[in-house]
């Protein structure tokens, strides 16, 4: 089943401890993204990966770094989490052309104490 | 640049009555344009998109959306909702090769019996 899995699904946090939320696709898609989503905000871009060791900022990238080592991975880390983190974050995927929709993953509904 | 608006951050609709949930963009090329739904506690999943084809698009569960022009719209619309319609849409462009889509801040539908 092609899908994206994101873990962990839930995460309850202090301020300041290091934290990785993994994402993985499983249809050999080359761009990768994550997003956070917030009342009244919407979605608002994290991250993207064009390809294997591409990366750049999205809108708002302040307090996260991204990797992609593989195609098929794109952990998020949050190195030092403070509690304006707290927020439900998605990972997506796509074939890499405009006309290509995204497949997004279950959420990961983070909260920073 | 591109840009997607959302007209109406909640909807209210009764269950039967048609539904219409509004899209605009601005792009300086032809788009491509999406709907997603998020039921809650759940990613975000596609509707239907236009990709330059039809300009008429049916989706999932009854939806459609029409792309026009001049209107630089592409509006939701369902003849008869039903209490299961309840969730968030987003509407989002792309456009040529660009693989980062733009993401309105969603509309969320409320269904009464």
């Known amino acids: 089943e092609a899908q994206v899995t994101q873990n962990p699904r839930y995460l309850i946090t202090v301020t300041g401890k290091k934290l990785t939320v993994t994402c993985s696709q499983n249809m050999n898609h080359e761009y990768m993204s994550w997003y956070r989503q917030d009342p009244g905000l919407g979605l608002r871009q994290i991250y993207y990966?064009?390809?294997?060791?591409?990366?750049d900022k999205g809108d708002v990238p302040e307090g996260y770094k991204v990797s992609r080592k593989e195609k098929r991975n794109f952990p998020l880390i949050l190195e030092s989490p403070s509690p304006n983190q707290t927020s439900l974050y998605f990972c997506?995927?796509?074939?890499?052309?405009?006309?290509?929709?995204?497949?997004f993953g279950p959420g990961t509904r983070l909260t920073v104490l | 640049a591109q840009s997607v608006t959302q007209l109406g951050s909640h909807v209210s609709v009764s269950e039967g009555a048609l539904v219409l949930l509004r899209c605009n963009y601005s792009?300086?090329?032809?788009?491509?344009l999406f709907w997603y739904v998020q039921y809650p506690n759940q990613g975000l999943q596609l509707l239907l998109k236009?990709?330059?084809?039809?300009?008429l698009v049916k989706g999932i569960n009854g939806f459609e959306a029409e792309f026009k022009k001049s209107e630089t719209s592409f509006h939701l619309t369902k003849p008869s909702a039903h209490m299961s319609d309840a969730a968030e849409y987003f509407c989002a462009s792309s456009s040529g090769g660009s693989y980062i889509p733009t993401f309105g801040r969603g509309t969320s539908l409320i269904v009464h019996p």
């Open positions: 236009y990709t330059s084809a039809a300009t």
């Open positions: 997506a995927s796509s074939g890499g052309e405009g006309r290509n929709e995204q497949f």
């Open positions: 792009s300086s090329v032809p788009p491509y």
């Open positions: 990966s064009m390809n294997v060791e591409v990366t």
